[in-house]
């Protein structure tokens, strides 16, 4: 198996990276590893599978990444993820929200290092793929050096080679999961810490990453780079990535990219999907630029259009080539 390049990932995303996303992402660069949205393994087990797990090619590489504390499970669910063809399986350590601490799984678990590694080992010796893991830096009141480098230690003994942080602290109890992304300082030096203690392992670093010298700055002291916002909301940051972390100039512009999704989008609508579960992810595909807003209120009025309307669409593309373009895109 060839190594996976994970020096710049896109953070998984709940409500945001599903598949759709993903291919649109992936449209605009060619050398991002890109992640799932969490899923329970309850759900790829008892689920519909295939709704929840299929996905196109072009979107590779691609992890998935998982929800839960069951090591039978766990395992199962890395063995199907195989099958359907993801190039890594991530266990999820770092979600605070109320209703996955209550299923014990997510931010809770750091504070159960042994039963991490029990599962995190179930999951290695299920499957060939590589298992990573991705966590916070603490939880509650604990934000501490030694705590941290021996739950990676934990981590690291299960057989895990790539360990995600995010550089904040959980709060597990009294901040909402928007909150937890805000208010719990930003701690890179504790990952840099990390990283020079464990020089045997992938770190990837994450957390308010949102220009290219940050990302090059990090990279003289870690393995890689996840972000999630600075990308969800403006998805052409990726070509900046592209131009100047992978020194890759052949990045499409904005009106190829949506051309391209335009006939994604008819291929997907005549297997059924709607046509604004795939041009949601686009909303910010203009940020920053002049014009913009017409953007996002085009996408507005129109998205939610039923998809016998799906001319409407294309009429987006004409906006954006025809008459428009010199204001959308100055
Ligand atoms: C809308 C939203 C959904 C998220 N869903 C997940 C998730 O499913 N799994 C996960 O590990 N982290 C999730 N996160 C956290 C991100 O992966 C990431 O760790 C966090 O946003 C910090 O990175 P950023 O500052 O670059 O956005 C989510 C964050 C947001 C904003």
């Known amino acids: 198996m060839s190594k996976l390049n994970r020096k710049i990932s896109m953070a998984p995303m709940m409500d945001c990276t599903d598949r759709h996303d993903r291919y649109f992402l992936r449209l605009i660069s060619k050398n991002i590893f890109l992640y799932s949205e969490m899923i329970a393994t309850g759900t790829i087990i008892h689920g519909d599978r295939k709704k929840i797990l299929e996905f196109n090619e072009f979107e590779k590489p691609v992890a998935l990444q998982l929800g839960g504390s069951d090591k039978k499970e766990l395992a199962e669910s890395c063995k199907i993820a195989e099958d359907y063809g993801y190039d890594e399986i991530n266990l999820n350590l770092g979600c605070p929200s109320k209703k996955v601490q209550k299923n014990k799984f997510g931010a809770c678990l750091i504070k159960e290092p042994d039963l991490v590694a029990e599962c995190l080992s179930a999951m290695v010796h299920s499957t060939k793929l590589p298992v990573t893991a991705k966590t916070r830096i603490g939880f509650d009141n604990v934000e501490d050096f030694d705590y941290l480098n021996s739950f990676i230690g934990k981590i690291k003994a299960a057989g895990v080679k790539t360990i995600i942080l995010h550089a904040r602290k959980a709060i597990l109890k009294g901040l909402s999961p928007k909150e937890n992304l805000k208010i719990p300082k930003i701690n890179y030096p504790m990952v840099y810490d990390i990283k020079k203690s464990n020089p045997d392992i992938e770190i990837i670093i994450n957390g308010a990453i949102t220009n290219t010298d940050q990302i090059k700055n990090h990279l003289n002291k870690v393995d890689g780079v996840m972000i999630g916002r600075a990308i969800y909301q403006s998805p052409y940051f990726l070509a900046d990535i592209e131009k100047e972390i992978f020194n890759n100039n052949d990045v499409l512009s904005r009106e190829a990219i949506v051309e391209k999704l335009v006939d994604y989008v008819d ?40 998809d016998s309307d799906f001319q409407k669409v294309k009429h987006i593309l004409d906006i954006v080539q025809n008459n428009e373009k010199a204001e959308m895109v100055a």
């Open 267 to 306: 291929m997907e609508v005549k297997k059924g999907t709607r046509v604004n579960q795939i041009m949601r992810h686009t909303v910010g595909l203009y940020h920053g630029q002049r014009g913009a807003g017409k953007w996002k209120r085009y996408l507005s009025d129109n998205m939610m259009a039923r």
